[in-house]
Structure formats: structure tokens, C-alpha cells
């Protein structure tokens, strides 16, 4: 089955050429983009839809999400309104909603995030464990996490739960835990940050799931400059997320990671800093100086951080508005971090992977035909009309979602 996407007034392919095609059309076959230019040009198709003058995107790309829990944390972000400075702990009052909610009303609150997320445009996401914090729940959101979404990273190192001691806390998370959740995730994530991991302890569990054969992540530099993105980019992290407080240091860190990366063949892959807007903006800290990584030849990305504590959102646009009006971004460099920049991030923005997976963030023929169709000429309105739900349309492997 072939459908033909037409009459597109901007289409915004986010490939390496970083090209804005004007009056165009998009040909999708099954689940992959088949050919894309010129609507005159455009080859016959099995249907037709009429984008009606609307612009196209590819769909978003959510590379750090928390959607795997039960709860509510809604006290907790009145009384940081009312003053009171994020710390880590609240974290623990989510583990003990998600431990004592069953497998399938578990699975349908993440179902239901993750279609609240479609409906705005995301087309590939990423989720972390890390409200189990014990190997049972541990393994238990890896699984339920694995059927709901795209990408699974194990985050057993999110916080040291009551009643345990730090060490012994991260033996567990780089033994009995970590071989628990492997048949059910591709990445690892440690939060690195005071009141969570120290750096030791962040290594131990960094060099242990890189020996399990799993690709890294890092939450880090949230609250304060720290060891968080120089342990990424030692250790060959895909990314580094929140980077709120970067040192001079830390800034040339990660632009020297990518003085090798061939975009062509993906070789050479540095570490991507993923900036965290609208976390930023609840828990009131100095949003990611997207700008200045941009400037210093970092890749970065875009990510909702969905969570019930610091981020309860699932609205990749609304980071983009928040990244062109607040953190001074351009409208092609916020939507570019919040696709290609996203699937670089995950190590899918190029060809098929070994497992097989075609590559999204982008529109470029052989792709995934993920898709995301604005109600609105042009891809400038995401922050020219802040808050409008602009989502007309989108596509999802090629299937129309929405």
C-alpha cells in the first residue's frame, strides 16, 4: 500500500542536508519513506492525501522519558511554586505508588501516556525504569516498559532506596538488577548528582551494564556543576541529559566527542547533550544553555523528561517554544534537536541498525515514515503561536495515527 502525502507547503526534512522543501509531497510505502521533492514530480500512489497547505515535520522524537509509574506528586510541585528547592527525594514517594500498582493497570497508565504523546506529534520514544528501585519492580517496568514503547533504558541507579545502605545498593544495581532487566532494555542510565550517585559509584554502575553489553545514558549537571558529563563522554555515553550547570570544561568535553563523527556512516559518535526545557522551568532551575552547546559544535537534543514529579508533561512542542523563546534557539534548530537530534541520541538516526531498525528523526528516503503534519503553513508557528495544539495529522511507521 502506497500513500501519497501532497500539496505540502513547507516540508521540513531534517536531513543531513538540512533542507526546506516548499510546495512538496511525500511518498510512503508500508513503513518507509519512498520517495520526497517537488509535488509536480510526485509518482502515482495507491491513495492520495491532500496536506492542504500545511507543513510537514518528521515526528518527534522523545529520548528521555519516565513513563512507567503510578502516583501523583502534585503536593510536591505546590510547594516548590511556594518556594521550597528541588531535591531528589520525591522520587521515592513515586516507587511506592508503582510497587503497589498491579502489572495491568501499570500497563494501561503507560499506554494512555504514550497516546496522549502520539496525539501531539511523537512518533518514537524512549522510557527508563527506575520507580522499582529492587530487582522484582526493576524487572518488572523493563518488561511492562518494552511493550509500550520503542526504546527501554534500566535506571535502577535513580535513587538509593530507605532501608539500604549506598554500596550495597549499587552492588545490587550492577548484579542481581542489572541481569534481571537485560533481556528487556538497550540502555543504562545512572543519575550522578548529589543526593543520588556519587561518581564512584555512578562509574561502578556506567562500567558494569557497558560490560552487559548496554548502551549508556547519563542524567547529569542538574543541580550543579558535577562529574556528570565528564563520566558520559569517558565512558562513550549516546547522551548526557539535564547539562543545567556546565563548566567551560564540561562545554569543550562534549564538543571534542564529536571531532570524529562521519554523519554519513555514523561513525565516530560523540556524546549528545539533551536539554530538558520544561523540567527545567518546574523545578526552576537555570534552563540548558542549549545555545552555547550548539555554538561550541555539540549535538543536542530536545526531550520531554515526562514524569510525575518534575515534568509532568508529554509535549515535545511545547519544549520546542520554550527552546526558541527562552534558550534561543531557531525554529529549524529547536525542531531539529526535537527529531534528528532525539534519534541521534538513541543511535537511530542513520540506515538500519543491526537489529534491523529503520532510522527516524528525519524524512529521507528508506526512513521510517514517522510523520508529524501541523496545522499551520510552516514550522515557525510552534513558537509564533505558543500553547496552540497545532497537530493536524501523524504518522507512525506509516501508519496514520492520528
Avoid at 367 to 378: G, I, K, T
Wanted: proline letters at 3%; hydrophobic letters at 40%.
Amino acid at each position: 500500500m502506497s500513500t501519497l502525502i501532497t500539496n505540502i507547503a513547507e516540508l521540513m526534512t531534517q536531513d543531513r542536508e538540512h533542507r526546506v522543501l516548499k510546495n512538496a509531497a511525500v511518498l510512503v510505502e508500508g513503513e518507509r519513506i519512498a520517495w520526497l521533492g517537488p509535488a509536480a514530480d510526485a509518482p502515482a500512489a495507491d491513495e492520495s492525501v491532500d496536506a492542504g497547505g500545511r507543513a510537514l515535520l518528521p515526528g518527534w522524537v522523545d529520548s528521555h522519558t519516565h513513563l512507567i509509574f503510578a502516583g501523583d506528586r502534585t503536593a510536591e510541585f505546590e510547594a516548590r511554586m511556594a518556594g521550597q528547592s528541588y531535591s531528589a527525594g520525591g522520587i521515592a514517594v513515586t516507587t511506592g505508588a508503582t510497587r503497589a500498582t498491579g502489572d495491568f493497570d501499570l500497563t494501561r497508565l503507560a499506554m494512555g501516556r504514550v497516546a496522549e504523546a502520539v496525539s501531539q506529534g511523537t512518533t518514537y520514544l524512549e522510557t527508563k525504569t527506575g520507580y522499582g528501585l529492587d530487582v522484582e519492580n526493576e524487572a518488572r517496568s523493563a518488561r511492562i516498559a518494552s511493550t509500550v514503547v520503542d526504546e527501554v533504558t534500566y535506571l535502577g541507579a535513580h535513587l538509593v532506596p530507605a532501608g539500604i545502605e549506598a554500596e550495597q545498593y549499587t552492588d545490587l544495581v550492577c548484579g542481581p538488577m542489572l541481569a534481571a532487566v537485560r533481556p528487556f532494555v538497550r540502555w543504562a542510565d545512572v543519575f550522578c548528582e548529589r543526593g543520588a550517585f556519587t561518581e564512584e559509584q555512578s562509574r561502578r554502575v556506567l562500567q558494569a551494564c557497558r560490560d552487559a553489553g548496554l548502551g549508556l545514558r547519563v542524567h547529569g549537571n542538574q543541580l550543579g556543576e558535577g562529574p556528570g558529563v565528564r563520566l558520559a563522554v569517558e565512558f562513550g555515553a549516546a547522551s548526557v541529559d539535564h547539562v543545567n550547570y556546565l563548566s567551560a570544561a564540561d562545554v569543550g568535553a562534549l564538543a571534542a566527542s564529536w571531532s570524529g563523527w562521519d554523519a554519513e556512516s555514523g561513525t565516530g559518535r560523540g556524546t549528545v547533550a539533551t536539554c530538558l526545557p520544561a523540567c527545567d522551568l518546574s523545578t526552576r532551575q537555570p534552563l540548558a544553555p542549549g545555545r552555547e552547546l550548539l555554538d561550541a559544535g555539540v549535538q543536542v537534543a530536545l526531550a520531554s523528561n515526562c514524569n510525575p514529579g518534575t515534568s509532568y508533561t508529554s509535549s515535545m512542542a511545547f519544549c520546542v517554544t520554550t527552546a526558541v523563546l527562552q534558550m534561543r534557539l531557531s525554529v529549524h534548530e529547536a525542531v531539529r534537536a526535537a527529531t534528528y537530534g532525539g534519534a541521534l541520541a538513541l543511535g537511530r538516526e542513520s540506515g538500519k541498525d543491526a537489529d534491523g531498525e529503520r532510522a527516524v528523526g528525519s524524512i529521507a528516503v528508506g526512513h521510517r515514515a514517522d510523520l508529524h503534519l501541523l496545522n499551520a503553513p510552516s514550522a515557525t508557528h510552534l513558537a509564533y503561536r505558543p500553547g496552540i495544539p497545532l497537530t493536524h495529522a501523524v504518522w507512525r511507521a506509516g501508519v496514520r495515527a492520528r
